[in-house]
């Protein structure tokens, strides 16, 4: 009972349309598992019912061995880097990354010194002052990174994070996000439709068709 995610049976309706379909996948601590399918397989409303943005029509998901179905999202401690998730554009790059650790009532100190962790994670410490747009696309994508992990969640959903970037910086960012894994030791959920994306990546990847 190790599994630090973990999905029985789940179920996503939306009126007709069968979105996700009695999916059932455990999820090992410290792993990367990849959703690997075509547009509308039901990856994305996957991530989001792990994350608490919608809740299943029928199934369970446990985190950590606790049942969440019914636990709002910034109770259930994850990550989240979704291409949707951009950047505040009025805010700082610190500001940015210090938004989740506000949220969370963390005092002046602790916000500082974790704000310098996460910049320095994604290699960008000189960047605090600035402002999004004047980061490139790549750039930003770490911020949006480093924003995700700056509370130190033991899981982190990533939903097509690449998907904006061109091709080298997107090689370039497969083999940042995966060395992060490798010396965090967190487990990731993270999707993809671009098959070598996923092989380069993962330790599993998870087929997904038709919501199975
Ligand atoms: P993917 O991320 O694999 O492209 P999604 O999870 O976004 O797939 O979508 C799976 C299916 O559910 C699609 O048919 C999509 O149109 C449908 N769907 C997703 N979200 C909604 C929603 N909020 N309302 C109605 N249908 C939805
Ligand atoms: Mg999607």
């Known amino acids: ?50 994350a608490g943005f919608e809740t299943p029509s029928s199934g369970l998901i446990h985190i950590n061995g606790e049942m969440v179905v019914f636990k709002p999202p910034h109770k259930r401690n994850i990550g989240m880097a979704f291409q ?3 950047l505040f554009p009025h805010m700082t790059i610190f500001d940015n ?8 009532r963390r005092d002046k100190k602790e916000i500082q010194r974790e704000v310098a962790r996460a910049l320095e994670l994604v290699r960008l410490s000189q960047y605090g002052r600035r402002y999004p747009r004047q980061l490139s696309g790549g750039q930003q994508q770490r911020i949006a990174l480093a924003r995700a992990l ?9 939903d097509e994070p690449l998907g904006a970037l061109d091709k080298k910086l997107r090689e370039h960012m497969q083999l940042e996000i995966k060395h992060l894994h490798e010396s965090l030791g967190i487990t990731v959920v993270y999707v993809t439709h671009d098959q070598s994306e996923a092989l380069t990546m993962s330790d599993r990847i998870a087929l997904m068709n ?3």
């Open 84 to 86: 949707s998730y951009a």
């Open 210 to 212: 038709e919501g199975r």
């Open 1 to 50: 009972m190790d599994h630090i995610v973990s999905l029985a049976k789940v179920t996503k309706r939306y009126g007709e349309v069968l979105a996700v379909d009695e999916l059932s996948l455990d999820i090992d601590r410290g792993e990367f598992v990849t959703l690997l399918g075509p547009s509308g397989s039901g990856k994305t409303t996957t991530l989001m019912m792990i």
């Open 150 to 158: 700056v509370y130190n969640p033991p899981v982190l959903l990533m």
């Open 97 to 104: 990354i210090a938004f989740p650790l506000k949220m969370r």
